[in-house]
């Protein structure tokens, strides 16, 4: 069956049984394939969750900082009491955002988020950044705002993230957006590992070290903005960026097996290994992301995707350094 076939069969329903996962301990399975919730407006992120739920996503990547998760707390209630899923069978991650990093401000936070979700506890809990920041601002407005790792490390905020799961507030817990020495120094320090790493992951920035270290270590890598986040923020966009949805490899590829770039790319992340979060708020869009499941690149498609590597960050944190406080980019990634 091609793929432009199994779209029209995603856009009533693909099975939740039938969807690959990742398993984690106490028997947890978290699907590959996610909705990513990151730019979904308020009054159509709800929308476009119940619609991603009936198509038959069951993973949902959320953070505090979205300022969306009550929307998305609605739809899932909404779901749950019109009989279309049950909370056993989501999978809900958020995050801790920078200006919770202390030990004690991380249950606070997660209840917040459980208090915007409606929910009980999360799947997954992630430290959204390696970036600590005064808890009187969500935002920094200058470098004094900004807290530096030696003043706050990421083994004090790990220490409140693995009472938050010893608590029951996050059946796992993991972090986001760190590099391959954070994420050393933080096993150096922890009780239990991180058993996630999200991070920006597509063709262009391949991030191969990361994934080697991550596997070898027993953390499961997930990709984010995996189609190349053509609608952030226009003060995170530079001009003339290569745009990723529109690369001729990835043209090529799609065109031969009857399938949208897009789904190229989603099915590339899957067949590394990760699970994947492509974000979108229109139904058949949804419907194809998920078709993309079904994709299968072959040995040579791989090999020319592989090619493309450009080490290129579309988030690349440029924003954490603006303001003449403790970090860099060079600090902010470890390269």
Not at 7 to 18: G, K, N, V, W
Not at 240 to 250: A, N
Request: charged share 20%; hydrophobic share 45%.
């Amino acid at each position: 069956m091609s793929v432009s076939a199994l779209d029209s069969a995603a856009r009533e329903r693909i099975p939740s049984e039938a969807m690959r996962t990742i398993s984690f301990d106490r028997g947890d399975a978290m699907p590959l394939l996610g909705l990513g919730t990151w730019k979904s407006a308020p009054g159509e992120v709800s929308a476009a969750v119940r619609a991603a739920l009936r198509l038959g996503y069951r993973h949902i990547d959320c953070a505090a900082i979205y300022g969306n998760e009550a929307e998305v707390g609605a739809a899932l209630r909404e779901s749950i009491a019109a009989g279309e899923v049950t909370r056993e069978e989501l999978w809900i991650t958020s995050k801790l955002w920078n200006n919770a990093h202390a030990e004690g401000a991380v249950i606070p936070a997660l209840t917040r988020t459980l208090r915007d979700l409606g929910l009980a506890y999360v799947d997954l809990y992630l430290i959204h950044w390696p970036v600590a920041m005064s808890p009187a601002r969500m935002f920094p407005e200058s470098g004094a705002d900004l807290v530096s790792l030696d003043d706050m490390p990421l083994s004090a905020t790990w220490r409140g993230m693995e009472a938050a799961r010893a608590a029951g507030l996050a059946r796992h817990v993991g972090v986001s957006n760190f590099s391959v020495a954070k994420l050393r120094g933080l096993l150096e320090e922890a009780t239990a590992r991180p058993e996630v790493n999200q991070i920006e992951l597509h063709p262009y920035l391949q991030q191969e070290a990361t994934l080697a270290f991550c596997r070898a270590h027993g953390i499961h890598v997930t990709a984010y903005s995996p189609l190349g986040s053509r609608d952030r923020p226009a003060g995170m966009r530079q001009r003339r960026e290569p745009v990723l949805l529109e690369d001729p490899t990835v043209a090529s590829i799609a065109a031969r097996h009857q399938a949208t770039p897009a789904q190229v790319l989603i099915a590339w992340a899957l067949h590394r290994g990760t699970s994947v979060i492509p974000k979108s708020v229109h139904p058949g869009r949804m419907a194809e992301n998920l078709a993309a499941e079904r994709l299968a690149l072959d040995a040579a498609d791989m090999r020319a995707i592989a090619a493309l590597d450009r080490r290129r960050r579309y988030l690349d944190g440029t924003y954490w350094s603006n303001f003449g406080g403790p970090y860099t980019l060079t600090n902010l990634w470890d390269e």
